[in-house]
């Protein structure tokens, strides 16, 4: 059972093919240097980039699915002069391969969301277009299930071997969401709280941005906490953290910062922004350690699979393993970085389970995005 996985809910065109759990390619092209001058995704941008570059992402990933050993993040660009003769010629071939090769998938997935809903368009037209020309059925996947399989995605050697196991809490987080997940069964969950208002990894970029430091700055305030060994000398506020049920709140977070600075010279943020970066960091990341041991508690489920492009933070991690060694349980991650961020392998893994159960897409022109969170 062969898919063909499409993602393009934000700003990463990336198409895998799977086999159940097995990634046999995946292929991803990147627009974070297209949006870095602007500070954040600019929608119409990445709606042009996702169509520039849809194709030659899944051809790239049908040709690599033939291939043994694969480089995941080998960056994808065109021939450096396409008028040359030669390079047509060799696009036209390697066009010809990949779609020879479509010809021996069983099925075609897409995320339908949620997401930017410009960006998703580009990808479920696409998948749609495959799908009827080359007479295979749809899976729509919902994004956030891709980031909870992403944990349980192999290499071509069928690794690591990791058992599905129920009921597990999850945690997704990254720069859209952020969710506490019950997961029930296979394709079986309950969201026991999310954010009311900004994501956590939004977050992080709003304060990188406001120190300065551009985008995306989750990662740079990371390497500059790490520097003062993840102090929390502001004690920033914590929102929600003492409310009774398992939402999260992130926008209150950013606004005491934003006024924190303002009161700030230039020269005092700079000489102390390894600690302001560092105590914001510890902020989000209590925030988010406070409900999900209130799930522990409130559940009595210890075992916790994480996904999403925050869990790639060394420090989180680190807070999750101590976590889980509390209450005697157990963390899963995803077993590649890649798998965090938003990645079309995690897609075609999901699907590989809803074409288990039969979950197929019984009217291709009625699907569409979905434009708010949930699962299932």
């Not at 809903?117 to 020309?133: C, D, H, M, P, Q």
């Not at 897609?347 to 699907?367: C, E, P, Q, R």
Request: glycine content about 6%; aromatic content about 8%.
């Amino acid at each position: 059972m062969r898919i063909l996985a499409i993602e393009t809910s934000c700003d990463e065109t990336a198409a895998a093919v799977v086999e159940g759990r097995r990634v046999l390619s995946h292929a991803i092209y990147s627009q974070i240097l297209i949006h870095k001058k602007w500070g954040g995704v600019v929608p119409s941008l990445a709606k042009r980039a996702h169509e520039e570059r849809i194709d030659m992402v899944i051809d790239e990933a049908l040709l690599r699915s033939r291939i043994s050993t694969h480089n995941f993040l080998t960056p994808l660009e065109p021939p450096r002069d396409v008028r040359r003769p030669r390079a047509i010629r060799e696009a036209q071939s390697r066009k010809k391969l990949a779609s020879s090769i479509l010809t021996s998938i069983d099925f075609v997935a897409v995320t339908y969301g949620p997401g930017l809903a410009i960006a998703l368009e580009v990808g479920i037209s696409k998948a749609k277009e495959l799908a009827r020309k080359h007479n295979k059925k749809l899976i729509a996947v919902n994004h956030m299930e891709g980031h909870i399989y992403a944990n349980f995605a192999q290499n071509s050697k069928d690794k690591p071997k990791r058992e599905l196991k129920f009921p597990s809490l999850v945690l997704l987080v990254s720069g859209g969401h952020t969710e506490l997940v019950l997961w029930k069964g296979e394709l079986e969950f309950e969201i026991l709280g999310e954010t009311v208002d900004d994501a956590a990894g939004e977050a992080l970029d709003k304060a990188a941005k406001l120190l300065g430091l551009g985008y995306p700055g989750g990662p740079v305030i990371e390497q500059l906490a790490n520097q003062v060994s993840f102090v929390d000398i502001y004690k920033f506020p914590r929102p929600m953290i003492g409310s009774k049920d398992l939402n999260f709140s992130f926008s209150g977070l950013k606004t005491s910062f934003y006024y924190f600075l303002k009161k700030k010279s230039q020269s005092e943020v700079n000489k102390n922004i390894k600690e302001l970066a560092s105590s914001f960091q510890e902020a989000v990341f209590d925030s988010l350690l406070t409900k999900l041991e209130k799930a522990m508690r409130e559940t009595g489920v210890t075992r916790v699979v994480v996904g999403g492009g925050v869990i790639s933070n060394q420090r989180l991690r680190a807070l999750l393993r101590s976590l889980a060694k509390k209450h005697k349980g157990e963390v899963i991650f995803p077993p590649q970085k890649y798998l965090c961020t938003d990645n079309a392998a995690m897609i075609g893994v999901a699907a590989s389970f809803k074409a288990k159960h039969g979950i197929f897409v019984k009217n291709f022109d009625k699907l569409d995005r979905i434009p708010r969170l949930r699962l299932g």
